[in-house]
């Protein structure tokens, strides 16, 4: 990956922008627009999705105005292609995070107008969680070049940690081809998250309302509603795992990295209510996501030999995206009776 200056060193302003952005967003968001909990429509879903989607595209269009006015066209639209990759990248892999959200409401029988409050806290951790391995991973990805090295007799730098990164992502997408749909049977009610939970309050059995704390018998007890956002705010931490590593393959710049992951899973809340109705319509997808995974940890494997650039990859990625939607309407997943 190439070093220049980081967008904190050109404009350290458009951090507060972009945090005083996403503030308001999720203050209207929570506060405003959905004060009370109810059912989110594919209307509203597909307004917030836009919204989402162009503030994203606002802010990608700040990011090589910024590098054109300081170091010019060329790395202005390397820095461009850079953010665009590693959203929609986060946005894909994330995508697959709608499949295991359904069959944990639909574990839990949790209400759907309650969806939208579960999903808005998930993404509060995702906000932190994500910060914490985007910035950890960089620093530590800087720690671990080796010494110079002759190797098929070229001079390289050879990094322990995207080495790592990129076996780990081959394997992850090999194994994930294989894979192939999410297990309806699991039972979420035994994972670290429901646990983690479950360690620190007696749980009731029924809901309280859109409350995540409850009164029986004078006991104030964790309401299943609390137990449900552990199971999602660990699920996203699993999902990262995947996600984060990709993106260390498109930029070493962080604050690029951060901003265009967390727009990208600030969106996803909308995407689900708009494409729960219709996941069977992607069931290629996953497919997809796995031949993207395993490009990303090659690019990674032979970067010290061959640089892919982030036009290159975006191009790569979104032509995939593409044609596995269109695959999966093409040749639709058969929806039983019971679905």
């Known amino acids: 990956m190439e070093q220049s200056q980081s967008i904190l060193d050109l404009h350290p302003g458009l951090v507060w922008g972009f945090a005083i952005t996403v503030v308001i967003m999720l203050l209207l968001d929570l506060g405003v627009f959905n004060k009370k909990s109810h059912e989110v429509s594919s209307k509203e879903a597909t307004i917030w999705s ?13 990011v090589y105005w910024v ?36 069959l944990v409401f639909g574990f839990f029988k949790v209400p759907k107008h309650l969806h939208h409050k579960v999903l808005f806290w998930g993404i509060i951790g ?13 620093g530590l990805i800087n ?36 894979e192939g749909k999410e297990d309806d049977n699991e039972d979420f009610s ?23 704390f409850t009164i029986q018998n ?15 705010e660990f699920t996203d931490v699993l999902f990262a795992v995947d996600s984060i590593p990709a993106i260390f393959a498109i930029s070493n710049d962080p604050f690029i990295l951060y901003t265009s992951n967390i727009f990208a899973i600030l969106g996803l809340r909308s995407l689900y209510f708009l494409l729960a109705n219709f996941i069977h319509m ?21 970067a010290p030999w061959i640089h892919i650039s982030s036009p290159v990859s975006l ?18 997943e058969k929806v039983t009776g019971d679905e």
């Open 315 to 332: 191009g790569i990625v979104g032509g995939v995206l593409l044609i596995s939607v269109i695959l999966s309407i093409i040749f639709p």
């Open 190 to 212: 035994d994972t670290p998250g429901a646990k983690l939970i479950k360690s620190f309050w007696k749980v009731s059995d029924n809901y309280d309302g859109d409350k995540f």
């Open 67 to 102: 590098f054109n006015q300081a170091e010019g066209h060329a790395l202005a639209v390397e820095k461009f292609t850079q953010y665009q990759a590693a959203y929609w990248i986060e946005k894909a892999l994330s995508v697959d995070n709608l499949f295991v959200f359904i």
């Open 282 to 302: 992607f069931s290629k997808l996953p497919y997809g996501l796995a031949i993207i995974l395993s490009f990303i940890g090659i690019k990674m494997l032979i």
């Open 126 to 138: 995702a906000l932190i969680f994500r910060a914490i391995f985007i910035f950890a991973g960089i």
């Open 218 to 232: 004078g006991i104030k007890m964790a309401t299943p509603l609390l137990v449900v956002v552990g199971v999602i």
């Open 50 to 62: 836009i919204v989402w989607i162009s503030l994203s595209m606002v802010f990608s269009g700040v």
């Open 143 to 178: 720690l671990t070049y080796l010494p110079e090295m002759n190797v098929f007799g070229e001079p390289v730098k050879i990094n322990i940690v995207m080495t790592l990164f990129g076996l780990f992502l081959v394997y992850a997408g090999i194994k994930s081809w294989g």
